[in-house]
């Protein structure tokens, strides 16, 4: 019971240790991709953060012009609608003074015919009056004639008794004279009548018949042309009306799109104004208190007694390291061995390499350091090499560690010195700034995070 115990409580121990082994590798990939993701995301640098507002700003203005475009667009339909609906109202107008011109041209004409009816009415009553008269004086010539036959059946003796006096009374020769005129006033007026009246009553009234009914149909006909130009007037203008109507609602319709969705992008405009300020604001901050840790780091004496701690340490290890081999007296033998150093040893205070042996060059029979192996011993082998010291291995690693630490402070400080000289000038100075870093070898810039691992 005591070794179950034991052993459940040797794995929670061992599945624990493991697990926090194991924890900080997941950490740190948990960090890495969390910081590719906001790398990803959000600009890492001024030019990024001036790039992205260009491009907003270039996608504003293209909406902008489309917006724009199309108000232009629905302006000059609405102006055309206006025109057409202006000249169909021109129309319309000249249409209607054409008809009252008609009309007061067709009732002058009828008011003409109504006055050729009046005096074919008073023809008529003239002729009828004629008519009268002419009975009347038919009767006139009639009693006229009884009574001077009377007077001559009673005065016949007496007339008889005067004859030879051969003078009439001036009574009786006014009234022969009045009755001769009126006879022959008769007579002309029933020859006149009797040779026009079957002919001018009939042509009068069949010309006056063909006439009114010629003219009859012809207003008539010309009353439908006008009342069916009328007719087709009014359709057009309630289809223009109706179109004119339809047309401004549209246009209302369409001007209130248009003004909502300017008002939207005007809107987005203003925010991203507002980021833009803020982010400005903050890469103002941000580069003053680079310029102030650039100072700070500037006037700190401890960091320029460390540089030269550095510079003096890694001469001495480049002195320490740099080996050299004297070769041998001339000898009379048939052989010799020369111990050559490497060629481009280093020199004091540069950055130290790993140093390698010395080339040895050996024949049948050789000397090292003027003491000559017997025959027996064996050969030293090109493939041998002399054993380094591991402390010393370790402190050149050391060295040359500290020297690419110092180097990449100095270039990452002039790197940010020119940047911030560069902010003024705009994107593209600092856009080339960064292109001459980058083409400089060793000032590649880097997190903080690489610059530990490189110190560690």
């Known amino acids: ?144 004639w009884v009574e001077t036959s009377e007077e001559k059946s009673g005065t016949g003796t007496a007339g008889s008794e005067e004859d030879d006096t051969g003078w009439l009374p001036a009574a009786d020769t ?35 018949d063909k006439a009114a009914k010629s003219r009859l149909a012809k207003l008539e006909g010309q009353l439908v042309d006008t009342e069916s130009q009328y007719v087709s007037a009014q359709a057009e203008v309630t289809r223009l009306s109706m179109l004119l109507e339809s047309a401004n609602i549209s246009e209302t319709e369409q001007q209130k799109r248009l003004s909502a969705q300017i008002e939207k992008v005007t809107g987005e405009n203003l925010r991203q104004q507002a980021e833009l300020k803020a982010r400005e604001r903050a890469l103002e901050r941000m580069s003053g208190q680079m310029v102030k840790l650039q100072k700070d780091l500037a006037t700190v004496p401890a960091l320029v007694e460390l540089r030269k701690d550095f510079r003096a340490l890694a001469a001495r290890l480049s002195a320490a390291q740099a080996v050299s081999v004297a070769p041998a007296p001339k000898t009379t033998g048939s052989g010799q061995v020369t111990a050559k150093p490497q060629a481009g040893a280093p020199q004091a205070g540069s950055l130290m390499k790993p140093v390698q042996p010395p080339t040895i060059t050996a024949t049948s029979t050789a ?14 082998s090109p493939a041998e090499k002399p054993v380094e010291s591991p402390a010393a291995a370790r402190t050149a690693e050391i060295a040359s560690a500290a020297q690419a630490l110092v180097s990449r402070i100095v270039a990452s400080q002039r790197g940010k010195e020119t940047t911030v000289a560069a902010e003024p000038a705009g994107t593209a100075p600092i856009v080339q700034s960064g292109q001459r870093r ?11 995070k690489q610059k530990k691992k490189d110190v560690a």
Request: charged share 30%; hydrophobic share 40%; proline share 3%.
């Open 1 to 144: 019971m005591i070794e179950a115990a034991m052993y459940v409580a040797l794995g929670f121990c061992t599945a624990g240790l493991i697990g926090l082994a194991i924890l900080p590798a997941f950490y740190r990939r948990a960090a890495r991709l969390t910081e590719e993701a906001l790398r990803a995301v959000n600009p890492s640098s001024y030019a990024e953060v001036r790039a992205a507002q260009d491009q907003e700003r270039a996608r504003h203005a293209v909406e902008f012009r489309r917006v724009e475009r199309q108000l232009d667009a629905e302006r000059e339909k609405a102006a055309k609608f206006q025109l057409e609906a202006t000249s169909v109202k021109l129309e319309i107008e000249a249409q209607k003074k054409a008809h009252a011109s008609r009309i007061a041209e067709l009732e002058t004409k009828i008011a003409a015919m109504q006055g050729d009816q009046q005096a074919i009415d008073l023809l008529t009553e003239e002729v009828k009056t004629l008519k009268l008269e002419l009975s009347d004086a038919e009767k006139a010539l009639a009693a006229s």
């Open 174 to 208: 006014m009234a022969l004279t009045t009755i001769t005129g009126l006879e022959a006033e008769v007579a002309t007026l029933k020859a006149k009548l009797a040779r026009y009246e079957p002919t001018v009553a009939g042509e009068v009234e069949a010309s006056r």
């Open 438 to 448: 980058s083409s400089e070898p060793g000032e590649t810039s880097k997190s903080s």
């Open 367 to 380: 000397s090292v350091n003027g003491v000559k192996p017997a025959d027996g011993d064996p050969q030293p």
